[in-house]
C-alpha cells in the first residue's frame, strides 16, 4: 500500500507528518505552496479545499488534521496508538474537543473576534475563557489524553498545546507547560520536527 502525503512545511502539515511518524509510515512526500500547487486542479481534485494536510493511503484521501491522525492509529495498528475500548470515551472527547472549540476559540480569539455574553450559546464553545479552563483541569490531573498512556489524541491535542504556549495562543500554565514538554521529548516528535525545520530552513 502507498502512502502520498500532501504538504508544507509552515502548515498544519506539521501535525500529519508527526502522527505519520508516529505510526512507522512509509510514505511518499509531496510539498505544495500556497496559492500556486496547493490551488491547481489537480490537487483541488484531492482536497478541494485547496489546503494541506492531506493524505492518500492506497488511493483513499483523508484531509483535516484530526480525522488524519486517528486514521492512522487505525491503519497502523501495529504503532499502538488507536484507544482501547477503555480510553475511547477521553481519545475522542478530547480529540475533538482540539479540532472544535479549542481551535474555534483560539482563531476567533487571534483574529480579533470577541464573543459577547449573550452570543455565547451560538458560538457552540462559550468563550475563550471556558475553553481554555476546561482543557487545564483535564492536564491537571492526566498526564495525557488517555490518561497515562500516550496515544494519537496527543499528537493532535499536543500540537494544538505546543503551539499554543509557543506562540501566545494559550497562556503558558502549568499543567500546559508540563503537558508540552513530555511530547515534545517523543523521539517521532523531534525526528518530524526536524525534517520540517530543514525544509523550512531550505527556503528561508
Not at 58 to 64: L, P, S
Not at 104 to 124: C, H, L, Q, V, Y
Not at 171 to 196: G, H
Request: proline share 4%.
Amino acid at each position: 500500500m502507498t502512502l502520498k502525503f500532501y504538504t508544507n512545511p509552515m502548515s498544519r502539515g506539521q501535525i500529519a507528518r508527526w502522527a505519520l511518524h508516529e505510526a512507522g509510515a512509509d510514505y511518499d512526500q509531496i510539498l505544495l505552496d500556497y496559492g500556486t500547487s496547493m490551488k491547481a486542479p489537480d490537487y483541488l481534485a484531492i482536497n478541494p479545499m485547496g489546503k494541506v494536510p492531506a493524505i492518500a493511503h492506497d488511493n483513499k484521501i483523508v484531509t483535516e488534521g484530526a480525522a488524519i491522525c486517528a486514521y492512522l492509529a487505525d491503519a497502523f495498528p501495529d504503532a499502538g496508538l488507536a484507544p482501547t475500548a477503555e480510553e475511547q470515551a477521553d481519545y475522542y472527547r478530547w480529540l475533538f474537543f482540539a479540532a472544535g472549540p479549542l481551535e474555534s476559540a483560539i482563531t476567533n480569539r487571534s483574529m480579533g473576534f470577541e464573543i459577547e455574553p449573550d452570543k455565547e450559546k451560538m458560538a457552540g464553545y462559550g468563550n475563550y475563557d471556558q475553553v481554555v479552563d476546561a482543557l487545564d483541569r483535564k492536564f491537571q490531573t492526566d498526564d495525557y489524553v488517555c490518561g497515562t498512556r500516550f496515544t494519537m489524541a496527543d499528537v493532535y491535542v499536543g500540537a494544538q498545546v505546543v503551539w499554543g504556549t509557543q506562540f501566545g495562543t494559550l497562556p503558558k500554565r502549568d499543567s500546559f507547560v508540563a503537558y508540552a514538554q513530555r511530547v515534545t521529548e517523543r523521539a517521532a516528535y523531534k525526528s518530524a520536527k526536524a525534517v520540517d525545520d530543514a525544509l523550512i530552513a531550505e527556503n528561508s
